[in-house]
């Protein structure tokens, strides 16, 4: 079978069956869940798949929303890795202005509704495609919950939940359509909890020991630090804790930080140093230190050749087509942030190495509202300041990251532009363009073994050999919910 036969009969088969993909994503954007608390999105999910023949486990790493289902007994083993969690506070309707539907309530601000169902939905039509061919190859779907927060990725890691993996794919909502060679900063979440000794601020301060001085002091040694670590590095803070009333000297206080940083060994080092900072505030203020993991996730690695083939499927499926009235709801909704249409998308592709040719076609959609057309990656050494739990998946498993247009061009992520956008057709076409995109390119894999040979390369010398090591303590355990109480 020659490559060119592989992409009409995956096309056809997801455009027959487009409707009970979008219907998926819409149950999905319909019941927001936020992170741990998945349980309708995941087995709407698994359900689906079971009925399409794929084998099922749950529990994936001791968490309870997260399953893998898995098609095929020999051959190369490719993944679809999924996502459905939603975000708090960001309910909205479809329409083209801010609509909260309930207050407080969760909306899919990041498209998580189409990410895991534009997975999902790759992964039934490379089924389909091996069944029709007699192809061998092993098909996976990984239901990953929590990557909002939490990163339910990392403990499937540390489960070695990815370890057979020849190669993976996942793609992400964006405001265009391209294959990823970037990067991400690393992340490490971490509490700094002081314990001291309460006293009467003004008739026995003596007697006190100020936790909320330690947090200070900590906080104050750390921006002293940051003059001396590599300009890539991130760090922020809050004061979650600082203590009762002013009159009572505090026993208690505590900050939180997020530690960013480009390169996983060098976020480590940032990490022990910063730590030394907090003992040392503990021991000037004869406080103790308690340090607890939040979170963490590792930098992305994406795998360039496996973003080039998925360019060359890009190419075969074409750009997609939006209507009139989708162009208009997008210039509606750009209009209600108040900035131009290039706003967002400006700020996203500034850092690009843009060659001429690409430069001149986005110079071209700048005054457009939603850009159908396919580009290749643009993005190779650019680092993006953000973080994710696809970062531990990247450093065991070959994956390039697929963008695609579900959103309009001046939306900034995490808003109610996004949710509205992800719940009507904008957003659905670009799910069903990532399904076929990483559809044809993994049909591509399994029909030239040479592909494969080229990705592992390319992995093994990104890595040099290095074994992965989770950022986070193995005595950091997932949270487990009860779904009778959502």
């Known amino acids: 079978m020659t490559s060119t036969d592989n992409a009409s009969p995956i096309i056809n088969w997801i455009e027959e069956n487009r409707d009970r993909f979008i219907n998926m994503a819409e149950t999905i954007w319909q019941t927001p869940e936020v992170a741990w608390h998945e349980f309708k999105s995941s087995r709407l999910q698994a359900d689906f798949l079971a009925a399409e023949d794929f084998l099922i486990a749950w529990n994936v790493g001791g968490l309870n929303t997260a399953f893998v289902a898995e098609w095929g007994n020999e051959g190369p083993v490719l993944a679809f890795i999924g996502e459905y969690d939603a975000l708090p506070g960001l309910s909205q309707s479809k329409e083209s202005f801010q609509d ?106 003596h007697e006190g020991r100020s936790a909320l001085d ?114 208009a709801y997008a210039q509606k909704v750009n209009d209600a942030f108040g900035g131009t249409n290039a706003a967002y998308f400006t700020q996203r592709t500034t850092a690009f190495s843009i060659p001429a040719k690409e430069n001149n076609s986005l110079e071209r959609w ?9 580009f290749p990656a643009m993005d190779a050494g650019v680092v993006s300041p953000g973080s994710t739990d696809v970062g531990d998946l990247s450093q065991i498993v070959p994956i390039s990251m697929l963008v695609t247009t579900c959103w309009p061009t001046g939306v900034p992520g995490h808003s109610w532009g996004n949710v509205a956008a992800s719940g009507m057709s904008i957003g659905h076409k670009g799910m069903l363009h990532a399904a076929k995109i990483m559809a044809i390119t993994a ?44």
Not at 247 to 269: F, S
Not at 446 to 459: D, G, Q, R
């Open 443 to 486: 049909a591509e894999i399994y029909t030239n073994p040479e592909h494969l040979v080229n990705i592992k390369a390319e992995f093994e010398q990104m890595t040099d050999g290095k074994p992965y090591a989770a950022p986070i303590p193995d005595s950091l355990l997932p949270p487990q919910y009860d779904p009778l109480d959502d």
């Open 366 to 374: 700048k005054s457009h509202p939603l850009i159908s057309e396919n």
């Open 100 to 205: 909260t539907l309930i207050k407080n309530g969760a909306g899919h601000g990041c498209g998580h509704n189409l990410l895991g169902t534009g997975a999902l939905a790759a992964a039934v039509a490379v089924q389909k495609w091996l069944q029709k061919t007699g192809m061998p190859g092993i098909v996976r779907y990984y239901g990953c919950p929590a990557e909002e927060e939490g990163g339910g990725k990392v403990f499937m890691a540390r489960a070695g939940a990815f370890d057979d993996i020849d190669a993976a794919f996942n793609f992400h909502p964006d405001v265009i359509n391209m294959p990823n060679k970037g990067s991400t900063l690393g992340i490490s979440a971490i509490q700094y909890r002081f314990h001291g000794r309460a006293a009467h601020a003004s008739i026995a301060p």
């Open 214 to 327: 330690a947090v200070e002091l900590m906080n104050v040694g750390v921006n002293y630090l940051r003059e001396h670590i590599k300009s890539d590095v991130r760090i922020h803070y809050v004061i979650t804790n600082g203590g009762q009333a002013p009159n009572i000297v505090p026993d208690e206080a505590e900050a939180l930080y997020y530690i960013r940083a480009a390169e996983k060994d060098y976020l480590a080092e940032v990490v022990g140093r910063i730590r030394k900072v907090a003992e040392g505030a503990a021991m000037m203020t004869e406080t103790t230190l308690e340090v607890r993991f939040q979170d963490g996730f590792s930098p992305v690695l994406s795998n360039h050749y496996l973003a080039d083939l998925q360019y060359q499927s890009m190419q075969k499926v074409g750009a997609l087509e939006f209507t009139p009235e989708e162009i």
